[in-house]
């Protein structure tokens, strides 16, 4: 397995940022690589809600279903999924400061099966890395242009 985080400040208080990240069909606008999501189960996002997501990665269309496996407001949201031999945990945790600002620290564990897909999880992992960076540079953009709602 193979893990990655990284953090960024953004200028908004944490209920607000979580309230953005936690609708699942907000993550095109702050996701790098993801061109379309959209929840799938009813009713309010929680733990067992589910999306389907559309990302592009390595040159290619990849649809893979998410889990909502962990759901804390105002502070953590993780989801799981798994396509083509690759299984993703993708966490979000949102720690409040002082002055209406929060810290976002996004993270990925990649696990993948069977001996092809073992070794390119090297490459995967440095693929999520770059995918990290990429997503919080584009939420504290987004974040700052537009309402969060």
């Known amino acids: 397995m193979k893990e990655a985080q990284r953090s960024a400040e953004i ?15 907000n ?17 309010p996002i929680g733990v067992g809600s589910t999306a389907v997501i559309e990302r592009r990665m390595f040159g290619q269309q990849i649809v893979a279903d998410l889990v909502v496996t962990v759901y804390e407001p105002p502070r953590r949201i993780v989801l799981n999924t798994e396509t083509s031999g ?36 090297p490459m995967v992992a440095q693929a999520a890395e770059e995918d990290i960076e990429a997503s919080l540079a584009r939420l504290r953009e987004v974040l700052a242009e537009a309402p969060t709602g």
């Not at 200028?11 to 069909?25: D, M």
């Not at 993550?27 to 009713?43: I, K, M, N």
């Not at 993270?107 to 999880?121: N, P």
Request: charged share 20%.
């Open 27 to 43: 993550l095109p606008r702050w996701q790098s690589g993801v061109v379309r999501a959209e929840q799938t189960s009813s009713g």
């Open 11 to 25: 200028a908004l208080p944490a209920a607000e940022v979580f309230a953005f990240l936690s609708n699942l069909e």
């Open 86 to 121: 690759v299984s993703v945990q993708a966490s979000v945790a949102i720690e409040p400061l002082e002055t209406a600002r929060c810290r976002v620290t996004f993270g990925m564990a990649i696990e993948t099966a069977g001996f092809f897909m073992r070794a390119v999880e």
